[in-house]
């Protein structure tokens, strides 16, 4: 891994996010978690290059991102697909994700991340707030709330980045 200027990547947001899927990750050496993203967003705010995650309660990467500083988000290629589905549909609790998938655990900056990542964003956490259902303008945003199980916002500050 190298590390190159967040703007040296030239896939768009939404073509990582949305297209590619990703994986936020969070903890430290001795025990971390990760899950699929498919949403989210990468910007400014205050001044600062930042990523925005959002993480329901239940999941187990809720206690990790809750726990520590550091977050990062990964990026992979097509080939990795499955292994982000794997990632997104089983629990960190039950099996080792990164086993299960041959993922190759990286620690970096306070972070994990994992070798088979095309870009690895290590974020700082700056905020954290649970989306707030009164603020929905647009009422079909609660059908993705079924449960009312909202999630949780994290801003971070892009503090690195690195490619392949």
Known sequence: MKEINIRDIKISAPELISDGWGLVTA??????????????AIGEI?????????????????????????????????????????????????IDKAKECGFTPV???????FEEADYTLVCRKMASQFIDPAGFVDASIENNYAKKDYHK??????IKVYSK
């Open 107 to 113: 620690f970096v900056d306070g972070g994990v991340t």
């Open 46 to 94: 205050w001044g600062k290059d930042a990523a925005f995650i959002f993480i329901r309660p239940q999941r187990y990467t809720y206690e990790f991102t809750e726990k520590e500083d550091i977050f990062t988000l990964s990026f992979y290629s097509p080939e990795y697909k499955e292994a982000l589905r794997i990632c997104g549909s089983k629990s960190g609790r039950d």
């Open 27 to 40: 903890g430290n050496e001795e025990k971390f978690n990760t899950m699929t993203v498919s949403w989210g």
């Open 153 to 158: 916002m994290y801003i971070g500050e892009i």
